[in-house]
């Protein structure tokens, strides 16, 4: 799982830093006001950024800001990364796709989930809200050749079979996406 630690600073000073990269492509104003709180609306006095959020990404000092963009901020999907270190371009970047694609997986509205420590080839069972006894099933690589991904009845849930429940959020990546990827 992506770990980033990230520490906003509203009043930090950010001097020195400079281009380092872009936001990855299609991320609106909105996704990042989600992931990294309110930006701060800057006043100065030849308009080229009207937005920032700065802070520490993992030790990385980052601004994100919206460089000479003429649309309103609600639909502007141009987003410049600045920083001391093009580090932080790949780690920003990073924490984005993993926040959005935990938002989104967020949404199949996931009410169980059982891991049997891989007893079997399908090491994780996934039942959801509304789907009654209907699960799905799935290995720790369900998009491999070899891996699993099969929908079944579970009727008789035992703990035995099942494994043990854990929180959606504990799937490896690999599971989330596949299941985000397949199941919408």
């Not at 492509?25 to 701060?40: A, D, M, W, Y």
């Not at 000479?68 to 001391?84: A, R, V």
């Not at 079944?152 to 299941?179: F, K, M, W």
Request: charged share 20%; glycine share 10%.
């Amino acid at each position: 799982m992506t770990c980033h630690a990230v520490v906003m600073d509203k009043d930090g000073n950010v001097s020195g830093t400079s281009l380092c990269g872009y936001v990855v492509p299609e991320v609106s104003f909105e996704q990042l006001t989600q992931i990294f709180g309110t930006p701060i609306r800057v006043r100065n006095s030849d308009g080229k950024v009207r937005v920032t959020w700065q802070g520490h990404i993992n030790d990385l000092l980052f601004t994100i800001y919206d460089y000479q963009s003429e649309l309103p901020l609600n639909k502007n999907t141009d987003w410049h990364i600045g920083g001391c270190d093009h580090r932080v371009v790949s780690t920003i970047n990073q924490h984005i796709g993993h926040r959005l694609h935990m938002h989104m997986f967020k949404s199949l509205k996931i009410r169980d989930v059982y891991c049997n420590n891989g007893s079997t080839l399908d090491k994780y069972t996934v039942f959801f809200r509304g789907g009654g006894d209907v699960c799905l099933s799935l290995s720790d690589n369900p998009g491999h050749p070899l891996g699993v991904y099969q929908w079944g009845l579970c009727g008789a849930r035992n703990a035995s079979t099942l494994g043990r429940r854990i929180a959606a959020h504990e799937l490896p990546d690999a599971v989330r996406q596949y299941i985000y990827a397949h199941v919408r």
